[in-house]
């Protein structure tokens, strides 16, 4: 793939042409944590490439904690503006794969959510400082993006390696050309070293792997380890709100006469109850297996991968101390 180099003082007017079409996020350290923050022509904050990916999943970009889907007696109008989300880790582009397969993959297409991935750039970046809740290369992702975005950057000393991997992020090198320097072999040096440096750090992090018939094993393990883990578990349900790849929606009503869709998580203890009060899942035993089945077991099943992308951000978040590794890595 075609690389180009673009210099340290050419990425924020590359910014502001962007948004003349787009609205732009990027990745800024708050808290001495990265989170993505609106960016606009005033903005004099500082773009984040060097830590992970940012506290808050992108899913929130394609698919909304809380929105109308349907409306009776009126017409639903939804102004859903076209947006670029920069600094994108691979952990977060796996879990849009997810999405893509629930989402647009199946018998039923969500029209927001494909109207949303239609109109998003995503602009993703290397990941070089790996940190201890770190596990994507146990779930064969690497550190570093080579598909499923539009541009891919590489901080490097005097500027930006910027690998196009889509003809969306074609046209974003071909509008604006005159910014883009080829790439000399020192730079593309730089950015094999410093791929090479995040792989072995992860590669420190988690020495052990998991079992290569992972999916059977949560499968045949189901109650056994699920009543030894799960009484570490508060169910606060942080895990599963802030991973990138839980999907789970609930419907209701509200008395304007608009349906409304809201994130669901299964350890709700209402989570599967049906009309008449019945509850497939009355025990929160039943509900914590039921997000490793999810996730290592039926997606891998129909899709070949799983709905686990290795983020961490269920090992930073859990109130409960729970590290998903070391329950994967003991079936």
Same mark, same amino acid.
């Given at each position: ?147 499923? %975005? ?42 094999? %070293? ?138």
């Amino acid at each position: 793939m075609e690389t180009y180099f673009l210099p340290l003082d050419k990425f924020v007017p590359l910014l502001l042409r962007l948004i003349e079409k787009y609205e732009v996020f990027i990745p800024t350290i708050e808290q001495e944590r990265p989170h993505f923050h609106r960016f606009s022509s005033e903005d004099t904050s500082t773009i984040s490439f060097e830590h992970i990916r940012t506290v808050e999943p992108v899913k929130h970009f394609l698919f909304k904690p809380i929105e109308s889907v349907a409306s009776f007696d009126k017409p639903l109008e939804k102004g859903i503006k076209p947006q670029a989300i920069v600094g994108i880790k691979r952990c977060d582009l796996k879990a849009i794969e997810v999405y893509d397969k629930v989402f647009l993959d199946s018998e039923f297409v969500d029209p927001f959510y494909k109207k949303r991935r239609e109109t998003t750039i995503l602009i993703s970046a290397d990941c070089p400082q790996p940190e201890p809740t770190c596990f994507c290369n146990l779930l064969g992702l690497n550190p570093w993006v080579d598909e499923g %975005a539009d541009l891919n950057v590489t901080p490097v000393r005097s500027g930006y390696v910027i690998e196009p991997l889509s003809p969306k992020g074609e046209a974003i090198i071909e509008e604006n050309k005159i910014w883009f320097e080829n790439t000399s072999p020192e730079d593309l040096e730089q950015r094999e %070293a410093s791929r090479k440096k995040a792989l072995d750090k992860l590669k420190e992090i988690n020495p052990d792997r998991f079992k290569e018939d992972l999916y059977e094993r949560v499968n045949v393990n189901e109650q056994k380890f699920c009543l030894s883990e799960a009484s570490g578990c508060v169910e606060c349900c942080g895990c599963l709100m802030c991973c990138p790849t839980c999907y789970c929606f609930l419907l209701y009503d509200e008395p304007s006469n608009e349906r409304v869709r809201i994130w669901d998580a299964c350890y709700y203890a209402a989570y599967a109850r049906v009309g008449g009060g019945a509850n497939p899942m009355p025990d929160f035993t039943s509900r914590f297996k039921n997000r490793f089945e999810c996730k290592f077991n039926y997606f891998y099943k129909y899709h070949g991968f799983f709905a686990c992308t290795g983020c961490g951000r269920c090992i930073s978040g859990c109130m409960g101390k729970i590290d998903i590794r070391k329950i994967l890595l003991k079936l």
